[in-house]
């Protein structure tokens, strides 16, 4: 069996789909299965330099990567739009027997669906939390335009939506995609036990070893809610802990979490 995962980014900078894509390609090649990843060079409002066209492992993964339309605009931007993929695509999409595509409104999602339905190559979609209610209120406007014109057609032509929880399948019901879906929670590789960990994090912190520590280990993204975190240790910021925060995300997002911090008093407790 041949398989083709189909994303917008597999940059470390777009958060979990990422890790998550890779972690599945690891899987089924050690099923045996032969899978490809095709993408862009995107890394948010930079490029990834890697090689572009021609097959490249990357990260223990074989990855055709392609040059992403690369405007000012933002919103433009994580459209993702590479007429190289589309060609690549429209040649070799016929070559696999099922598609594999992560996330959505975006080019590469959008037109692998429309080729595979055309050619009748089965295909699942797994939106990775972009069609929960937090999601879809994100300009919504232009999202609901996007799915009714397009993106509904592909997600109810698709042999399944993969979601990763029962309440991200609820979330379907307005939609009326719920029938589609299939609750297929992400696996996992658990690295080994690391020896005495709390008091080497403390020491590598330079730290007291009987010191509170708050973690915060996600990519840095409104939708996690960090801001509520911050301010809720702000209010209690007379206690005795420190802040670690462990992730990255978008420059003028992390902006704002740095200027919250410091007006909620946390800037000495934070790591």
């Known amino acids: ?42 890394n948010g409002p930079t490029l990834l330099e890697v090689p572009l066209g021609n097959p490249t492992i990357y990260r223990g993964a074989s990855i055709y990567f392609f040059p992403r ?7 433009l931007r994580d459209f993702a ?50 069609l929960c209610d937090w999601s879809l209120q994100q300009s919504r406007a232009k999202k609901m335009a996007y799915l009714t014109l397009t993106e509904l057609t592909n997600l109810r032509q698709s042999k399944a939506i993969l979601v990763t929880s029962q309440k991200e399948k609820q979330e379907l019901q307005a939609l009326s995609l719920e029938g ?8 996992l590789s658990i690295p080994p036990s690391i020896p005495e960990v709390r008091q080497r994090l403390r020491q590598h912190l330079g730290l007291p070893l009987d010191q509170p520590i708050v973690l915060f280990l996600s990519r840095i993204h409104p939708k996690k809610g960090l801001e509520y975190l911050i301010q809720a240790l702000g209010q209690i910021s007379h206690q005795r802990f420190t802040f670690v925060l462990a992730g990255n995300g978008d420059a003028v997002y992390e902006a704002k979490i740095k200027t919250l911090i410091n007006e909620q008093g946390l800037h000495n407790q934070t790591c």
């Open 1 to 42: 069996m041949k398989v083709l995962h189909v994303t917008p980014s597999i940059a470390d900078i777009r958060g979990g789909t990422s890790q998550a894509i890779l972690g599945m390609v690891s899987a089924l090649r050690y099923q045996g299965v032969a899978v490809d990843i095709v993408t862009t060079n995107d």
């Open 69 to 75: 339309f690369s405007p000012v605009q933002a919103g």
């Open 81 to 130: 739009f590479s007429y190289a993929l589309g060609r690549w695509l429209n040649q070799f999409i016929c070559t696999y027997d099922l598609v594999h595509i992560h996330a959505l409104f975006s080019f590469p999602c959008t037109f692998a669906m429309g080729l595979a339905r055309r050619y009748s190559i089965p295909y699942v979609n797994h939106p990775h939390g972009l």
């Open 180 to 187: 589609l879906s299939k609750v297929v929670p992400l696996g």
